[in-house]
C-alpha cells in the first residue's frame, strides 16, 4: 500500500512549503489540496468561495481529497507528501478518508506566525481581521491535534528542518510494514 504522509495545520503553518521540500528530499510526490480544488473548479480560492460559499468550498476539497485517494493505485510514484488545506480537518468525511488512509502531521504553529504568513494574501478569504483569524485558529485547535498521527511542534523550526523531519517520517513509513 502507498504511504500518505498527509500535513494539516492553521493556515499559515507551512503546510504546502514545508511539504513540498519533504516530498523533493523523500523523491515522493507531492499535491496540495487548495491547488487541486482551483484546478478542479478552474478557478481561485477566493472565487469559489464568492461563487459557492465555504460550503460549496468544502464540498469541492472533500471531493478533491477522494480523487487523490483513488488515484493513489495509478501513480507511478505511489509514496505522497499530501498539504492539506487549513480548514480540510473540519469535514468528518475528509477527517475519516484521512484516518484510514493517511498518515497525518500537524504543524503546530504559534497563530501570531500564521497571522504574520497569512495577512497580506488576498488568496485567503478566511485571513480577515486578526480577531476572526485567531478565534479561527482556536476553534480548529482540537480538531488538528485529534486528527493527527503526530504533532509536530514547528514554533522556531525553520523550514529546512520540519522538511527534515518529514523526510525521516516518510523513510520510517516506508520501512513499516501497512
Known sequence: MAEVLALTGFMGSGKSAAGRRAAERLGWDFVDLDELVEDRARMPIPEIFANRGETGFREAEVEALTAVFAEIPERPARNLVLALGGGTITNEVARDLLREQAFVVYLATPVQVCWNRTRASDHRPLAGDRASFEELADDR????????????D???????????RLEELGRALEGSPS
Do not use: G, K, Q
Open 141 to 152: 485547535e482540537s480538531l488538528y491535534e485529534s486528527s493527527a498521527d503526530m504533532v509536530m
Open 154 to 164: 514547528a514554533e522556531d523550526l525553520p523550514l529546512e528542518e520540519i522538511a527534515r
